[in-house]
Structures are given as structure tokens and as C-alpha cells.
């Protein structure tokens, strides 16, 4: 359930998930159809993933925004989430509003920080 927000110099984000997230998933996300410039709140569902062992997440914006774009191949082939989350397989394009552009990022972990996290966490699992 973990992802992440990849941000342009342009201030447009995309959100994907980051490729260790979901090793089970398999073939089930529905999300919300294309509205063009629909306004989202970080609180925003984009999509649900359903796993092969049934489990359901959901992916929320994170940031606020305006949706751009909705990846619809990953309805058809979901498993691009995991194998290129970074280029085609990403969830949603969104543009945040302009006096927020910059702190987007603020609050969030960088790579090293997340692989810090991701440690932690595999540690704390039992066996």
C-alpha cells in the first residue's frame, strides 16, 4: 500500500506505487473514471487494489490538486503497477495548486528514508 509522488519541474505530479508495495497484487483495480480538472483533497481515493490473497487497499492523492489524467491501461493490465510503476504503469496525474506547488514535497520521505522505514518494518514482522 505504499506509494509514491514523483514531481516535476513543472510542478504536475505523478502518483504510482512504489514497485515492493504489493507483491501479491494480481488482477482487480477499479478507480475513478476521467473527469477532466476534477479537484481532489489528499484525502482523495483514486483507486482500489485488490490482491491475490483478496486483501483491498486503497490509494489515496496524498497531495491536493487537480486531476489531469487517469491511467486507464492499468484497469487492463494491472500488473504494470508493480512492474513499471514509474512510466506506465503510474495511477493518476495531478496538478497541484500553484501556492502549494513547492511543499508537495516538504513532509515527505526521501528513498533513503523509506528504505529506513521498509527495515524497520521487515524486522518487526514475525517470522
Known amino acids: 500500500e505504499d506509494h509514491c509522488i514523483l514531481q516535476h519541474s513543472n510542478r504536475i ?13 494480481k488482477n482487480k483495480v477499479s ?7 476534477q479537484s481532489l483533497t489528499e484525502f482523495a481515493p483514486l483507486c482500489r487494489i485488490t490482491c491475490t490473497d483478496e486483501q483491498e487497499y486503497t490509494v489515496f492523492s496524498c497531495i491536493r490538486g487537480r486531476l489531469l489524467e487517469v491511467n486507464e ?5 494491472p500488473d504494470l503497477l508493480l512492474e513499471k510503476p514509474s512510466t506506465e504503469g503510474y495511477i493518476v496525474v495531478i496538478l497541484p495548486k500553484f501556492e ?26 514475525p517470522s
Open 73 to 77: 491501461a492499468i484497469l487492463n493490465k
Open 13 to 25: 505530479c505523478v502518483i504510482t506505487l512504489i514497485s515492493d508495495g504489493c507483491s501479491l497484487l
Open 31 to 37: 478507480g475513478k473514471s476521467k473527469r477532466g480538472g
Open 100 to 125: 502549494e506547488s513547492k511543499s508537495v514535497t516538504e513532509g515527505l520521505l526521501t528513498r533513503e528514508q523509506y528504505e529506513d522505514v521498509l527495515t524497520k518494518r521487515n524486522q518487526q514482522e
